[in-house]
């Protein structure tokens, strides 16, 4: 009885350790994407819950992922993945994350993930300086999450 026991309350405590509706969603790390776009990431734009996990694979060689500084929300941990290796990143607080691929940051290789519907941090994330190119995909990919988020509002994220 007392061995029954154990194990049942074993069992309950590796339940709890799991979150219950993590999900985990894949970018991958493009030489070439699938609308011929040169050096990217795909998807580039990417909305999850707080606790889901992104993670980044080089499909393609020759890249990583780095979370651009000034382009988090306040309090949250920066990411630095390592070329040509895969990252996973659990995204634990809500709003922007900005990202970009080291050697291809010139030639506008970055991408965002928009995190618990929140564009908190949009202004300050408009500020980041960036190259010409990574500027003008990141402003277009901004401007996605304010418009999916826009149209998302008041229906909730009951969609999952
Ligand atoms: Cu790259």
Partial sequence: MT?????ALCAGALLMAIPANAAE???KMLNK?????AMTFDPPFLKVQVGDTVKFVPTDKGHDAESIPGMVPDGATPFKGKLSQEISVTFDKPGLYGYRCVPHFGMGMVGLVEVG???ANLDAAKQAKMPPLATKRMTALLDQAVKSTTANAGAGNASR
């Fill in 25 to 27: 969603f894949e970018v």
């Fill in 3 to 7: 061995r029954l026991t154990t194990l």
């Fill in 33 to 37: 994407g699938p609308d011929n776009q």
């Fill in 117 to 119: 519907g929140s564009t």
